[in-house]
């Protein structure tokens, strides 16, 4: 039996994961072209092919402009670093959004808390 370690976790919004999954094909595919030089190139697995696809649709920054976002919003009170991933995937318009993604937390947000938000999301839509 084959036993993986995992050597580090962190969460990553769905532009950084983009970028990964298409560092990894790129890499993949110049390891193929070596392996199998004149043979057909295998297509990506089913699982990967599904997930470039669902990132490259959904992904709405870049993954500098993200992980930007995100450090911005972690200035921020009453925020943790998933909830703040949550809303660079999510880049919410209105104040029933921001609601939304805290409608599991145990404390509720302000209208101020709220506005700052919505503002720094804003900085980064227009960009």
């Known amino acids: 039996m084959i036993v993986k370690e995992i050597i580090s976790e962190r969460v ?6 983009k970028e990964i ?3 990894q094909r790129k890499s993949g595919q110049e390891e193929e072209k070596k392996d199998k030089e ?3 190139e295998e297509e990506m697995r ?18 500098k402009e993200s992980r930007a976002l995100i450090n911005e919003l ?11 991933v949550r809303i660079a995937d ?3 318009k209105s104040k029933n959004e921001v609601r939304a993604i ?7 947000l302000t ?6 938000i919505l503002d720094c999301v804003a900085k980064y839509e227009s960009e």
């Open 12 to 17: 990553l919004t769905l532009a950084e994961a």
């Open 21 to 23: 999954l298409k560092a």
């Open 38 to 40: 004149g043979m057909e």
């Open 46 to 63: 089913y699982e990967r092919r599904k997930a470039a696809e669902h990132t490259t649709k959904f992904a709405k920054l870049g993954a």
């Open 74 to 84: 972690l200035e921020l009170g009453k925020m943790k670093e998933e909830i703040a």
């Open 90 to 92: 999510l880049m919410p």
């Open 102 to 108: 805290y409608a599991k937390e145990r404390f509720t």
């Open 111 to 116: 209208e101020a808390n709220i506005e700052k």
